[in-house]
């Protein structure tokens, strides 16, 4: 099994930029796909951004394109969510998730291990 923690959530003003993290443990980073999840308040848990075991392949939701990127080091064990130009709209709790399927998964069914969430808030 593979551990999740994401860190780097924050207040931010609207138009600024914000770091996550997602470092994992237990199993090499390498045996999974892995993605970004968010959840503001009174919705419901929606999909971000996924990338490849190899980071060959990503996948991004049509609300953060071309604003958000998303990475991984493997030898580090660890997945990175750069978000620029932020807005209000953005401000949720942040989820990484880990799925053993191939590709770039983008449904919440399909990430069997998830981390506790880093929450991050967009000012207007």
């Known amino acids: 099994q593979v551990q999740l923690v994401e860190s780097g959530g924050g207040l931010v003003q609207a138009g600024g930029s914000l770091r996550l993290s997602c470092a994992a443990s237990?199993?090499?980073?390498?045996?999974?796909?892995m993605g970004w999840f968010r959840q503001a308040p009174g919705k419901e848990r929606e999909f971000v951004v996924g990338i490849s075991r190899s980071a060959g392949s990503t996948f991004y939701a049509d609300s953060v394109k071309g604003r958000f990127s998303i990475s991984r080091d493997n030898t580090q064990n660890t997945v990175y969510l750069q978000m620029n130009s932020l807005k209000s709209e953005d401000t949720a709790l942040y989820y990484c998730?880990?799925?053993?399927?191939?590709?770039?998964?983008?449904?919440?069914?399909?990430?069997?291990?998830w981390g506790q969430g880093t929450q991050v808030t967009v000012s207007s």
């Open positions: 998730a880990a799925s053993q399927r191939f590709g770039v998964p983008a449904s919440i069914s399909s990430y069997g291990y």
């Open positions: 237990g199993r090499t980073l390498s045996s999974y796909a």
